[in-house]
């Protein structure tokens, strides 16, 4: 039997940068609120601003669009949708950065996806109905999870 998914919060704005703080800190409060340790609710909130940020950036890039943030909860997880209406990009095809080159020799760019994709459970995208739709999820700590090592 599939898992039952709850909408704990959806929004729906414009993407413009300066909202960005407001969309994230509502994120970590839903996903502390769902039982999201501390650490892990500000790795949430990094991420979320990081994907808002981008998606006001790139999505968008001469007048704003509107972006949407879906967060569910399921089981042992939290589930995070972020999507825009903007022309397609795929994230995810971004080059890790060079981490080990010099700041001179680093092109700018791509710290904050590489942040993304190490501080989230699993990220991924999709390109539907002429929109991004960008998810990641985490999960909430549970017995079997901290036996695995999981939900830290």
């Not at 413009?16 to 502390?32: D, E, I, N, T």
């Not at 949430?44 to 909860?73: K, M």
């Amino acid at each position: 039997m599939a898992t039952p998914w709850k909408i704990l919060a959806e929004l729906r704005c414009q993407a413009l940068v300066g909202l960005a703080p407001h969309v994230a800190q509502m994120a970590g409060q839903v996903a502390a609120h769902a039982g999201l340790p501390a650490e892990r609710s500000e790795y949430v909130q990094l991420a979320v601003e990081e994907l808002f940020v981008n998606v006001c950036s790139y999505a968008y890039p001469d007048e704003p669009g509107d972006v949407w943030l879906t967060i569910r909860a399921g089981g042992p997880r939290l589930e995070f949708d972020l999507g825009d209406e903007g022309g397609p990009f795929d994230p995810l095809a971004v080059a890790e950065p060079g981490l080990h080159a010099s700041l001179a020799d680093r092109p700018v760019g791509g710290l904050g996806l590489y942040l993304v994709r190490n501080l989230t459970d699993d990220l991924r995208y999709r390109r539907r109905d002429g929109r991004n739709e960008l998810h990641f999820g985490m999960l909430l700590p549970t017995a079997e999870n901290e036996a695995v090592g999981g939900g830290e």
